[in-house]
């Protein structure tokens, strides 16, 4: 059960690099929801700790009394554990809100998968009643268990490719709408006579290379993620991965580009010196 709280700790910290900002407190973004998963952790790892003590002692000497209390903490934990799905979830969820690139079909593909998971945590959580035994709480742990391995880890690492996609091709349609702009500016001044076509058809070319690799590769991620869902289904990480391999080729595409439109707006500006 420790081991679940790790995994999210480790996908939270892969959604950016980026420091939070306290957010006013009235305004749900993704500062504020990453702020309240925070906090359920803390509140989960405290109960977890209360309860290792708890089943610790019971086991040493398994008294009556010893195993009612080990009974409470382990009901406690459970329930903070699912209630911390849901805010990592959720906190999932306005990380792709924030993210700029991602289209509402992306957008809206994805929420529906996590909107899914966290109706079930919710639901699974009213599960615990507060005279169950041992035994029937065990039993139900192993529901949410079950649930994280085959549904909601492979949609959280689904999520946070979304968040590196739209990453990549918002700089990748900043910088093409910049070239469109930069061509549209050439073409109507080689028109009037401003400029020779020369080398501005070469280097055209060149960048529209530049920018196809860039959606190619882009094309090559979504599949891959996809494959997560297959059914010769293996490990989520590895499938991350994989498709994340594509987009971080697209880095020094994306400084090649710039560098080429850099080259252009300055040869723009020598020729109208």
Known sequence: MRKTALIIIILLI?????????????????????????????????????????RDFYLKNPTLTLKEDARKKTLTMLRNRDELMKVYLTALRMKIVET??????????????ID?????????????????????????????ESRYKTN???????????????TEQGLRTAQEDIYKNLRSIIDQDVAA??????????????????????????????????????????????TFNASIDPLNSSIDLLSQLNRFLVEVTTSIQNQTK
């Open 193 to 238: 006579g401003k400029y020779d076509i020369n080398p501005f058809n070469r280097w055209f070319t060149d960048i529209e290379s530049v920018i196809q690799e860039l959606n190619q590769n882009e094309d090559k991620a979504r599949k891959s993620i996809q494959k997560m869902y297959d059914q010769n289904y293996i490990q989520p990480t590895s």
């Open 14 to 54: 892969a959604l950016s690099g980026i420091s939070i900002q306290l957010a006013h407190a009235q305004t749900f973004d993704f500062a504020k929801a990453y702020q309240d998963y925070q906090y359920t952790l803390s509140v989960y790892n405290q109960s977890f700790a209360d309860y290792q003590d708890a």
């Open 100 to 113: 700029q690139g991602l289209d509402s079909d992306d957008k809206n593909n994805i929420f529906g998968k």
């Open 152 to 166: 909601t880890s492979p949609i959280s690492y689904e999520a946070l490719f979304y968040v590196s996609l739209g």
């Open 116 to 144: 899914a998971e966290v109706a079930w945590y919710q639901d699974h959580e009213k599960n615990y009643l507060d005279n169950d035994p041992l035994e029937n709480l065990f039993g139900k742990s192993s529901e949410s």
